[in-house]
């Protein structure tokens, strides 16, 4: 079969998974795979790893998320591979995208998710740094009223899920996410420029929360 140059098998591959995305509404739209893809492709160069292995994998990332098949792991790689055997791509490239997306997804705060090669450090920042900040706290509200989820609930505490299966079952109210996930990732990304990216992002996260927990309990109404 004829292989595609790496510019076209890009451009082809953002097509395909920009009309697959156009409609999804649970926080996984084109927009998060465009953004991740970005983020992804910058550092990739500051870090000097493979642009095309990092991009194709970037935009294939969530291509058939686990929560969305059925808890499948599997369902992602496989995807990947029909599209990129299906344009042509060599068995060594669809393999080493294969394992960026197996690496990518956060497992529970109790799990080590670490990766392979500099390619996958630089699709998991960009994904991770896409979860934090202003962005992170719009996804994860989206998220949660996909799934009917109460924005908080003080009386069902936080977990700190100490295995994947665990952290897939979880149903708590949105907030909770937060100290489940969203508050650990900066301490977990891999390269120097997300890590300087995520510093602002974080300090917004928390400012959101001790904003949204002083609303909640009503500290701010001052009214004796
Ligand atoms: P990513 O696309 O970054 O890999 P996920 O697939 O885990 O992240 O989730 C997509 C978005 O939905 C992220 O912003 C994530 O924080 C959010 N999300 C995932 N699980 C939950 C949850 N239980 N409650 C609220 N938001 C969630
Ligand atoms: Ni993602």
């Not at 994947?164 to 390269?191: D, M, Q, S, V, W």
């Amino acid at each position: 079969m004829h292989l595609p140059a790496p510019e076209e098998l890009i451009t082809r591959t953002a097509a395909f998974v920009e009309e697959k995305f156009a409609s999804e509404g649970s926080g996984h739209d084109w927009a998060h795979i465009r953004r991740v893809w970005l983020g992804a492709r910058a550092f990739a160069k500051a870090e000097g790893a493979d642009t095309l292995v990092t991009e194709l994998a970037a935009l294939l990332h969530d291509i058939a998320d686990w929560k969305f098949h059925g808890g499948d792991e599997e369902a992602g790689p496989r995807a990947a591979r029909a599209w990129l055997a299906s344009q042509g791509a060599s068995d060594e490239l669809i393999t080493r995208v294969e394992m960026i997306i197996r690496e990518v997804s956060f497992k529970g705060a109790g799990v080590a998710t670490p990766v392979g090669t500099p390619e996958a450090a630089c699709v998991q920042d960009a994904d991770r740094l896409d979860a934090i900040g202003a962005i992170g706290v719009a996804r994860a509200f989206a998220y949660g009223g996909h799934k009917g989820r109460a924005l908080h609930d003080p009386s069902i505490p936080p977990v700190q899920h100490s295995t994947f299966a665990e952290y897939k079952n979880n149903g708590g109210p949105t907030i909770n996410h937060f100290y489940e996930k969203l508050l650990h990732l900066r301490e977990r990304l891999h390269t120097a420029a997300a890590r300087r990216v995520a510093d602002e992002r974080h300090a917004f996260m928390e400012q959101f929360l001790a904003q949204f927990l002083r609303e909640w309990e009503g500290r701010d109404l001052d009214c004796e």
